[in-house]
């Protein structure tokens, strides 16, 4: 006899064995060639070795299906087991929802242009999400990374931003070099802690299935199996964002948020952006969106702020 354990990590034990393990009861009863076994997060399969690999096939269908309906049902079971001529399989940029928060906050892309990142991203393996500040880029790009871990389309998520000084002089900040930078990389650390519970995302973080770094840490390396994110790249010199873009390794998803309005550079450097967005404009893989003051949803007052800047820059 074989066994073989899978892992149940950022899955809901009640939505996808069921009340009263419903589902895995009716599983067992699917598949009486092998024992069932659910300690924790852990699923044990005991049998025989084919009729193992026959219940790997069915359980890696049954993880893709519950991340797109965060649920699993008898009927759902019995659509993958024995699909019925008029199923079809979701896609999951067919269902709204990217992932499922803390205390059942529901995450989804909520305006027009950010549910166009969601499909850009879904056909394409690079995309530059360019708009103001308060669009939703950066929060949408960390809701599509965690969704793309938790639905194991990828080993990792790898988040990395500029670290330039905002008028601020970062050498006079107290503590050591993660002290000094932490600062700048704190939206993203705020995005991830709406998304993933607080022990789980320190075990990633310690694990380094979650890695936020400054992008000069990004040189020399090659990210495969992995959805990266490149936040605030208006930020970004000319090399070094050429760098990013060529760390690309294979399964591999690229976001590159950035905000041309809000460049920090100083006044001698140029940002990489505008070249970067002109020479891949049209290069196949790569898709472009644009956000814009409509897209805001924070305080009614910073469309109106935004507005402003906007009407009084072009003069």
């Given at each position: 006899?074989?066994?073989?354990?899978?892992?149940?990590?950022?899955?809901?034990?009640?939505?996808?064995?069921?009340?009263?393990?419903?589902?895995?009861?009716?599983?067992?009863?699917?598949?009486?060639?092998?024992?069932?076994?659910?300690?924790?997060?852990?699923?044990?399969?005991?049998?025989?070795?084919?009729?193992?690999?026959?219940?790997?096939?069915?359980?890696?269908?049954?993880?893709?299906?519950?991340?797109?309906?965060?649920?699993?049902?008898?009927?759902?079971?019995?659509?993958?087991?024995?699909?019925?001529?008029?199923?079809?399989?979701?896609?999951?940029?067919?269902?709204?929802?990217?992932?499922?928060?803390?205390?059942?906050?529901?995450?989804?892309?909520?305006?027009?242009?950010?549910?166009?990142?969601?499909?850009?991203?879904?056909?394409?393996?690079?995309?530059?999400?360019?708009?103001?500040?308060?669009?939703?880029?950066?929060?949408?790009?960390?809701?599509l990374a965690v969704r793309a871990l938790k639905?194991?389309?990828?080993?990792?998520?790898?988040?990395?931003?500029?670290?330039?000084?905002?008028?601020e002089n970062l050498g006079f900040l107290p503590?050591?070099?993660?002290?000094?930078?932490?600062?700048?990389?704190?939206?993203?650390?705020?995005?991830?802690?709406?998304?993933?519970?607080?022990?789980?995302?320190?075990?990633?973080?310690?694990?380094?299935?979650?890695?936020?770094?400054?992008?000069?840490?990004?040189?020399?390396?090659?990210?495969?199996?992995?959805?990266?994110?490149?936040?605030?790249?208006?930020?970004?010199?000319?090399?070094?964002?050429?760098?990013?873009?060529?760390?690309?390794?294979?399964?591999?998803?690229?976001?590159?948020?950035?905000?041309?309005?809000?460049?920090?550079?100083?006044?001698?450097q140029q940002s990489g952006l505008k070249e970067?967005?002109?020479?891949?404009?049209?290069?196949?893989?790569?898709?472009?969106?644009?956000?814009?003051?409509?897209?805001?949803?924070?305080?009614?007052?910073?469309?109106?702020?935004?507005?402003?800047?906007?009407?009084?820059?072009?003069?």
């Open positions: 006899m074989k066994e073989k354990i899978f892992d149940l990590d950022d899955i809901s034990l009640v939505d996808f064995f069921g009340i009263n393990e419903k589902n895995l009861n009716f599983l067992s009863i699917l598949y009486p060639n092998v024992e069932l076994i659910q300690r924790g997060d852990k699923l044990k399969v005991v049998g025989k070795e084919k009729y193992i690999h026959e219940f790997e096939e069915v359980y890696n269908q049954l993880v893709e299906l519950y991340f797109q309906e965060f649920r699993l049902d008898e009927k759902l079971i019995m659509s993958i087991v024995k699909p019925s001529p008029n199923f079809q399989k979701q896609n999951p940029a067919s269902n709204e929802t990217l992932v499922h928060g803390k205390n059942g906050l529901i995450i989804k892309a909520q305006t027009p242009n950010q549910k166009e990142m969601v499909k850009a991203i879904d056909k394409n393996d690079m995309l530059f999400a360019i708009g103001p500040a308060s669009s939703g880029k950066t929060y949408t790009a960390v809701a639905a194991k389309q990828v080993k990792r998520i790898v988040l990395t931003r500029p670290a330039v000084e905002a008028g503590g050591d070099l993660k002290d000094k930078l932490d600062p700048y990389l704190q939206p993203l650390y705020d995005a991830l802690r709406d998304m993933i519970v607080e022990e789980k995302l320190v075990k990633y973080m310690e694990e380094r299935v979650i890695e936020i770094a400054p992008l000069a840490f990004m040189r020399g390396r090659t990210l495969g199996n992995a959805f990266v994110i490149l936040d605030e790249a208006q930020n970004a010199t000319y090399s070094q964002m050429k760098m990013f873009l060529t760390r690309m390794g294979k399964n591999a998803k690229f976001i590159i948020t950035a905000d041309p309005t809000q460049v920090d550079l100083p006044y001698q970067a967005t002109k020479y891949l404009k049209d290069v196949e893989g790569i898709s472009f969106v644009h956000l814009n003051e409509y897209d805001i949803i924070r305080h009614p007052l910073v469309t109106k702020i935004v507005e402003a800047y906007v009407k009084n820059e072009k003069k």
